[in-house]
């Protein structure tokens, strides 16, 4: 693909957003029973393609229980409110009643509230608490918390372990500390892990190479993150996800067929958007705000993630996203209203159909083309560009 000449000094490469494709009609469809959105990664199958971001605003232990009951998987975050104290519920609460972040005050607030220490057996009881209600259990952390608290997650029976930043590199470089060596620690894993985030080709494939069951895709997407805003740093999602896509085509005839899942992160507010996921390559999604959107969810309306509370260099706001119906409406249906943000996983499960394919694997085939999203009645389809609304 050429370059864009951006001045004489600079070009720079056209990438898209999920608002900027479409998915293209083939001469086959399908009746919708007949489609199976099933997904398998290492020895646990879902039947949802849906992952819950490790977000306190998402993820709490009860609803890391729902959604693995409705077949999907969430992620619990060992570095959130669920960790550092016994009962956060009336801390959430306090954070969902904190006025509109103008002055800061809010900011100031969380970052406070998220200063209380991390408590290994607070990560041992929660991740218990999951267990025992007998679903699949994801958890994460960040590269930077790994070393210190992975034997205690481990040792707590975690099924799946994430370790998961802004942006995770399999080649990190430190001048004050020994980084972690992803290749090293994976390596010595008993248990299967997820890494990201990442938004390249190259990064992408070198996630790949350190053994990791599945990699993120997304660095700045998340309605509730501001990467690209502080940072600059920020890749629309489609071309993201295929980009990464095809890293794991080219990775799977480097190491002899080690298959290496890829899930899109971010970017996507819709059933058609988790479709044209999909449709460029992912073989799940990780969903943020469309989930905070519940009414079972513990952020009550609002959305943030901990790039919000970061103590010197904010990266990310605590947005209001409402509520639009139970956990079970927004992943299964039924849909009681029409703008897409509910029943997600039926709308894939119609597309797919409506294109005649009927697995997951074989809609990642399915043909897209640039078409940017179209205005109607002076009103925009509200996730602008893949870049900036969404996890």
Known sequence: MADTEIGIGKSGRRAYGFDEIAIVPSRRTRDPEDVSTGWDIDAYHFELPVLASAMDSVVSPATAVRIGELGGLAVLNLEGLWTRYDDPEPLLAEIARLADDADGAATRRMQEVYAEPIKAE?????????RDAGVTVAASLTPQRTVRFHDVVIDSGVDLFVIQGPVVSAEHVSSRSEPLNLKRFIADLDVPVIVGGCAT????????????????VGVGPGQADNVRGVLGIGVPMATAVADAAGARRDYLDESGGRYVHVIADGGMRTGGDVAKAVACGADAVMLGSPLARAVEAPGGGWHWGMEAVHRDLPLGARVRVGTVGTLEEVLRGPARIDDGTTNLVGALRASMATTGYSSLKEFQRVEVMVAPAVRTEGKALQHAQGVGIGR
């Open 201 to 216: 080709y190259m990064g992408a494939l070198h996630l790949m190479r350190t053994g990791a069951a599945g990699v993120l």
């Open 122 to 130: 607070l990560i041992r009881a929660r991740i218990k608490q999951v």
